[in-house]
């Protein structure tokens, strides 16, 4: 079955940076987009950042443009997020998601922290 796992998450300071991982497997990973989502308390869950298959097609929310990338490396099922610059806005879970089947999959989330 799909099974999508997020790493990477922590405390960071303002400023800093971390990079996000989530390794895929259940699915051909090459050929699905992949997302990261993100929720903040008391907020509803938002798009961050998307790619396509290929790596060619890449969005991210207005709010993340310029501080955060997105990558994958098929070889390894693995999409990253590289976040740098972090603010305390930005701390939140951060998740996983691929739209396979015709069903949204999740992982389980990582934390985000951002404080001094």
């Known amino acids: 079955q799909v099974q999508l796992v997020e790493s990477g998450g922590g405390l960071v300071q303002p400023g800093g940076s971390l990079r996000l991982s989530c390794a895929a497997s259940?699915?051909?990973?090459?050929?699905?987009?992949m997302s990261w989502y993100r929720q903040a308390p008391g907020k509803e869950r938002e798009l961050v950042a998307t790619?396509?298959?290929?790596?060619?097609?890449?969005t991210y929310a207005d709010s993340v443009k310029g501080q955060f990338t997105i990558s994958r490396d098929n070889a390894k099922n693995t999409v990253y997020l590289q976040m740098s610059s972090l603010k305390p806005e930005d701390t939140a879970v951060y998740y996983c998601?691929?739209?396979?089947?015709?069903?949204?999959?999740w992982g389980q989330g990582t934390q985000v922290t951002v404080s001094s």
């Open positions: 998601n691929v739209f396979w089947r015709l069903r949204n999959y």
């Open positions: 259940g699915f051909a990973f090459s050929t699905y987009t």
């Open positions: 790619i396509s298959g290929a790596g060619g097609g890449i």
